[in-house]
């Protein structure tokens, strides 16, 4: 999918992003995602109520909170960039684009292989830490009170940083594609 088509979300047909089974996967992320942004604000909610109406908040709130943003953010990171909704400078690349499209889009290909080199650092960096929190039995919280495993928080942390990637290299191949496209119907 193209980065113009999901910018006007007038002028985007419904099913602007193609479908496949990753597109379905990556999709599906993003609404177990927001599905996390809702318990959290009931988690929110309900601690406030009960503290503020019983005194009695409700034990590891703030560590959940603090580690479900992290979850919420790579769940919903390849989402995001096939969708065409990463925030980004558009400032430079849109009216290059439009004025030389062939090399705009083979730069902005050089910006998704740089997005791929990204995460791609983020899931390798992030592999060790997964292992050492599987093996070690690594717990957040305090003890006694409220711990929770840490690894599924790593886990969703290499998952979405390789999607995303994976993600980022699709872009780039159909940039890549659509400016060696562009170049042929010139010589034509």
């Not at 479900?68 to 790579?74: A, E, L, M």
């Not at 004025?99 to 740089?114: D, M, T, W």
Request: aromatic share 10%; hydrophobic share 55%.
């Amino acid at each position: 999918m193209s980065y113009e088509a999901a910018t006007d979300l007038d002028a985007a047909p419904a099913g602007a992003a193609p479908v496949s089974a990753f597109g379905r996967f990556v999709d599906g992320l993003n609404a177990l995602g927001s599905a996390v942004i809702g318990l959290v604000m009931v988690l929110m909610c309900a601690d406030v109520l009960l503290r503020n109406l019983a005194n009695r908040p409700i034990d590891g709130v703030a560590e959940l909170v603090a580690t479900s943003i992290v979850v919420i953010v790579f769940l919903q990171l390849p989402a995001t960039l096939r969708h065409g909704r990463m925030s980004r400078a558009d400032l430079f690349i849109d009216p290059f684009i439009a004025r030389r499209p062939r090399a705009g889009k083979r730069l902005r290909s050089l910006f998704s292989a740089v997005g791929v080199f990204a995460c791609g650092v983020i899931a390798y960096a992030t592999w060790p830490m997964l292992n050492k929190a599987w093996s070690g039995d690594e717990f957040l919280g305090v003890e006694g009170v409220f711990t929770f495993p840490v690894w599924p928080m790593r886990a969703v942390v290499v998952l979405g940083a390789a999607l995303a990637a994976v993600q980022y290299a699709l872009l780039a191949a159909q940039d890549w594609a659509e400016a060696a496209r562009q170049g042929e119907a010139r010589h034509d």
